[in-house]
């Protein structure tokens, strides 16, 4: 089976050499991304270059999928305001995060087992967000190591961690991050238990992935992607390489010691072990609540992080923009807020400033451009926001992301 996808990658390179400069130039990666003009062009090239049972890994959320639904229509329920005759010809959209100044309040967040999309995977991803002045986020279930992704791209990077039942490969991660220079710690505390994807249930899909006939066959009329997949395939992720890990047993065996790892028995007390293990900055990310929002600041966190997890775990939940404004006022300025979901455009970003984010992290966004088009295609998907919310600052006669507030917001009930 593999040679055969090999023999349709090999032809399709052979039968690229007579093709024009041109053309080449036009289907190449840059040349692909600039076909793109929004995130939604990104997520379609996306889904025609990779197998479906991996796009719909990124592009699906839980059961039902009300909660993605609703992360981009609570945008809808927010009008913009804007004010005439303001100078915008200089805009201001830098920020800092945690003490560190990025050129623009947009953050990489963390995706799992990204290598399936694309084979340089959180490498290429971090490299396009440094590329843009601004920071990394890797996942604990990277598909890409600490180590490796650190050697691809040496700029700022945050390390997400999921309370696992072992806490020894937990530490370790921490204690190999630490080591890399990541700069804060990001906690995810909305995973007690893995949520149920039922596209990835109906295409039997698991992380890390079990390579089916299937599979295969949706890689054969994808070339591009099977090309690299043959080359260098990442069916496990790249961190959890511990001696604590059981070796042997191939992918499927990693997959059923993954989803062991998520602790349904975590509570708030944890929290002050993991600050025994990590010295640096730390953020909770999955917080929805008010009352759980000042918990997290009585704790002693540095950042907060609203989530939903995408709406890939608990479905029906509120929308993170939603959520947002009452969890603004009740921290009130006492840790740096992030909103992360749903975020496609460059007025959702201004919307989220407005009611209290210091910045906002982009997840799938990231891994549409990954699939579409490889690096160029992750950068294309910062510049694509970049220019929306310059633009969409210029208009709304807000010249620095400074100046943005609640009163420039109107609610529609």
């Known amino acids: 089976?593999?040679?055969?996808?090999?023999?349709?990658?090999?032809?399709?390179?052979?039968?690229?050499?007579?093709?024009?400069?041109?053309?080449?130039?036009?289907?190449?990666d840059e040349g692909r991304a600039a076909r793109c003009h929004n995130i939604e062009d990104l997520r379609v090239m996306a889904k025609r270059s990779v197998p479906q049972p991996i796009f719909d890994?990124?592009?699906?959320?839980?059961?039902g999928e009300v909660t993605r639904r609703r992360n981009r229509d609570g945008f809808e329920r927010f009008e913009l305001l804007p004010r005439m005759l303001v100078d915008v010809s200089k805009l201001e959209l830098a920020t800092t995060?945690?003490?560190?100044?990025?050129?623009?309040?947009?953050?990489?967040?963390?995706?799992?087992?990204?290598?399936?999309?694309?084979?340089?995977?959180?490498?290429?991803?971090?490299?396009?967000?440094?590329?843009?002045?601004?920071?990394?986020?890797?996942?604990?279930?990277?598909?890409?190591?600490i180590e490796e992704v650190s050697a691809m791209a040496p700029g700022p990077k945050w390390f997400q961690l999921y309370v696992m039942t072992d806490r020894g490969v937990a530490y370790d991660m921490l204690q190999r991050a630490a080591a890399h220079g990541y700069e804060a710690l990001v906690l995810t505390v909305d995973v007690a238990v893995a949520g149920v994807r039922?596209?990835?249930?109906?295409?039997?899909?698991?992380?890390?992935?079990?390579?089916?006939?299937?599979?295969?066959?949706?890689?054969l009329v994808r070339p591009r992607w099977a090309r690299n997949f043959i080359a260098r395939p990442r069916l496990t992720t790249g961190n959890t390489t511990s001696p604590r890990v059981?070796?042997?047993?191939?992918?499927?065996?990693?997959?059923?010691?993954?989803?062991?790892?998520?602790?349904?028995?975590?509570?708030?007390?944890?929290l002050a072990t993991f600050r025994e293990h990590w010295g640096g900055p730390l953020l909770?990310?999955?917080?929805?609540?008010?009352?759980?929002?000042?918990?997290?600041?009585?704790?002693?966190?540095?950042?907060?992080?609203?989530?939903?997890?995408?709406?890939?775990?608990?479905?029906?939940?509120?929308s993170t923009i939603e959520a947002l404004p009452a969890i603004a006022e009740a921290v009130g300025g006492r840790a740096e807020l992030y909103l992360d979901g749903g975020i496609r455009r460059g007025t959702d970003i201004i919307t989220a400033l407005a009611l209290g984010a210091r910045a906002v992290l982009i997840g799938r966004p990231m891994?549409?451009?990954?699939?579409?088009?490889?690096?160029?295609?992750?950068?294309?998907?910062?510049?694509?926001?970049?220019?929306?919310?310059?633009?969409?600052?210029?208009?709304?006669?807000?010249?620095?992301?400074?100046?943005?507030?609640?009163?420039?917001?109107?609610?529609?009930?």
């Open 284 to 318: 909770i990310k999955g917080i929805m609540r008010p009352d759980d929002a000042v918990r997290a600041v009585e704790h002693g966190v540095e950042g907060i992080i609203v989530s939903n997890h995408g709406g890939r775990q608990l479905d029906h939940t509120r």
């Open 246 to 270: 059981p070796a042997g047993g191939g992918a499927v065996a990693h997959a059923e010691w993954v989803n062991r790892q998520f602790d349904p028995s975590v509570t708030w007390d944890d």
């Open 1 to 28: 089976m593999n040679d055969f996808v090999d023999l349709v990658a090999r032809q399709l390179a052979a039968d690229l050499r007579g093709v024009p400069a041109a053309t080449r130039r036009r289907f190449s």
């Open 198 to 219: 039922e596209r990835d249930v109906r295409n039997r899909f698991s992380i890390p992935p079990r390579l089916t006939l299937r599979a295969a066959a949706q890689g």
């Open 367 to 413: 891994v549409y451009g990954l699939g579409a088009a490889g690096e160029a295609g992750v950068r294309r998907a910062f510049e694509l926001l970049h220019g929306e919310l310059a633009t969409a600052l210029a208009l709304a006669g807000y010249p620095r992301i400074s100046d943005l507030g609640p009163e420039m917001i109107h609610l529609v009930r």
């Open 97 to 145: 995060a945690l003490g560190r100044e990025i050129a623009l309040p947009i953050i990489g967040a963390p995706t799992g087992t990204t290598g399936l999309t694309h084979p340089d995977g959180e490498g290429a991803v971090a490299r396009a967000a440094h590329s843009m002045g601004t920071i990394y986020t890797q996942s604990a279930l990277s598909s890409l190591s």
């Open 57 to 63: 890994y990124v592009d699906g959320a839980a059961w």
